[in-house]
Each structure stands twice: as C-alpha cells, then as structure tokens.
C-alpha cells in the first residue's frame, strides 16, 4: 500500500515519543496504521511497507467479540510466548494456537509487541450487547491470553504502559491473568517505595491468578493479594485437583472454575466445581462455571444441572 494512500495526522502519546498516525480507508473499513519517528525504547514489528520510520501496527474497525464464555472481548497480547512454571501448563492452550498459526516460532521464546499497546489505545468497544448488562454497559475485556504479563523476559517499562492504557480507558474493564504474581510489585512498582498496588491506580483492571491444584493455590492467591489491592478474581482452569478457597474467599472478587480441554485433557470431576460453588455462593463471591473438561473446548460445566455465570458486581 504506497505512502500516498494514506491520510497521515499526528499524535503524541503520554511523552514516548511522536508517534504518527496514518489513516486509510478501503472496502468500508478503516485501516490504522502507527509510525514511530523518534528512537525510544518501542520496537519496529515484522510489518513491511515503504513509509519511512519504524512501523509499529496496524488496526481496522471493528474489533470482533470473544469466543471466551467470561468477557466481551479477548487478545491484544503485548507479550507472546511463555514457559512451564507448573504442572497445570503442560496442555498449554496458547502455546497450541503458536505452533498452529507460528509453525516456525519457539513457544518458549518471550516477546514483547509495543505495537499492541496503541491498538489498546485506539480501539473501539460495543457498548450494548455486553454480557453484564443490565448491570452495567461496559465491556469486559480479557488482554494478553497468549502469554504472561508478568514473565521475566517480557519489557517492564512496556507492561507498565500497557497497564496505564487500561487504567486511561474508562469506556471498559479489563482482566488480566497470571501465574507469576511474585513479579508484581517488581514490575508495577518500578523499584518504588510501593509494596503494593492500591485499587485506584488502576481501578478498572481485574488481575488474577491462574491456579490448578491446592498446592500452587496457596502461594500464588497469597501473593496476589499481598502485591495487589485492587479488583481480583481466581482462575481454577485447568483445575486438576479438588481445592478449597475458604481461606481467601473474604478478599475475592470472583472465582472462575474450568476442565482441561483439548486431545490430551486431564481428568476432571464435576465435584471440584460443586465444592468451589457452595463455599463461593455462603461467602458471597461471584462463581462462574465455564467449562468441562473434554476434546473441544467450551464443553457446559453444569452445577446441579444448571449453567452458572456470575460476574462481580464491579462499579
């Protein structure tokens, strides 16, 4: 697509440098394409074209919805890739979508895609026909599900502009996973004198731990909610073994309870979910049963025969 093509205006984004945007539309859609002309600490990707400078994304309206049961909308992976920290990694969902659609990448090769970071500035969300409605008409937005945030080979100073993104879009909610909260306070913080996220720093992001087994329950929730003092949620998927969160349930937002799916999914046993939503429902705390284990995914997980979907009644 030549550089006359497009209708070039410029921006600037919170003091990182000039970032242009150059804007094209082509078959009642519109393209968005970044061009960062100052050398900072963003990183060009595998885009190919003759305008001059770093490319850093390209976009088009509108975003599609989720297929994941839980959120509106899903993706905007800034970091990609990952490496086993538990037993409940082996079956990696994402690390199959990498080899399917990445033949030749490394699934164990981190990286991290600035260009993510304005396409989370710069999209648009429905605001009707969300799945919380009528509560409230915001979106919920699942971010970075090929990767964790929080490894140690993904960019700091990018995660933390990734979460200032989130925090400055008002318009939604955001979730955000991980099985590596020890590294919170490190990232978020920035070597500050903070020892934990306060809820008004980023008041519109969930931020949760994904857990399999009681054995990695206890540290990984304890950390959580050490370093984080903001929405929270629990992710039992894939759960493996029977757990218990009556110890944490006083401080949660919101448990999600899931079987392994996929050729090789493990054992699961509609009990472990059946437990998890008594001691969630006499605490009071949000329960949402999202599937049962089997080859395909999003097999109903159903609780005395009924489908449960809770959310958080977040403000």
């Known amino acids: 697509m030549p550089f006359s093509a497009w209708r070039r205006t ?10 242009h945007e150059i804007q094209r539309r ?15 600490h963003y990183h060009s990707t595998d885009w190919r074209t003759d305008v001059p400078g770093q490319v850093l994304g390209v976009d088009y309206y509108p975003m599609k919805r989720s297929g994941i049961s839980y959120v509106d909308y ?20 994402a690390r199959r979508m990498l080899a399917k659609f990445n033949p030749g990448r490394d699934p164990d090769q ?17 605001i009707v026909g969300n ?9 919920l937005v699942f971010v970075n599900d090929m990767g964790d945030l929080f490894h140690r ?9 990734f979460f200032d993104v989130m925090a400055f879009r008002s318009d939604a909610d955001f979730v955000v996973l991980t099985k590596r909260p020890e590294r919170i306070g490190e990232v978020l913080c920035d070597g500050r004198i903070l020892k934990y996220i306060p809820e008004s720093q980023y008041p ?3 931020l949760g731990v994904s857990v399999e087994s009681q054995a990695v329950a206890q540290p990984r929730i304890e950390t959580l909610l050490r370093f984080w003092h903001g929405r929270n949620l629990v992710s039992a998927e894939p759960l493996l073994y029977p757990i218990t969160l009556k110890s944490w349930l006083k401080r949660l937002d919101w448990v999600l309870v899931g079987g392994e799916s ?30 049962d284990s089997g080859y395909q995914p999003g097999t109903p997980l159903l609780i005395d025969g009924h489908i449960i979907h809770q959310w958080p009644m977040w403000k």
């Open 74 to 93: 899903s993706g905007f992976n800034l970091v990609t890739g990952c490496t086993p920290v538990s037993f409940g990694c082996q079956n990696c969902f």
């Open 262 to 291: 996929g050729p090789n999914h493990r054992p699961f046993q509609k009990e472990w979910a059946e437990t998890l939503w008594w001691e969630c429902g006499a605490a009071g705390v949000a329960f949402f049963a999202k599937q």
């Open 10 to 19: 410029g921006v600037k984004t919170r003091g990182k440098g000039d970032i």
């Open 131 to 139: 799945k919380r409605e009528p509560n409230t008409s915001r979106p």
């Open 26 to 40: 082509q078959h009642g859609r519109l393209f968005i394409l970044w061009i960062l002309e100052s050398d900072n």
């Open 153 to 161: 080979d993904a960019d700091p100073a990018s995660v933390r502009l």
């Open 204 to 206: 519109n992001v969930a």
């Open 110 to 126: 981190v990286l991290t895609n600035n260009a993510i970071i304005l396409k989370l500035r710069r999209e648009k969300f429905a």
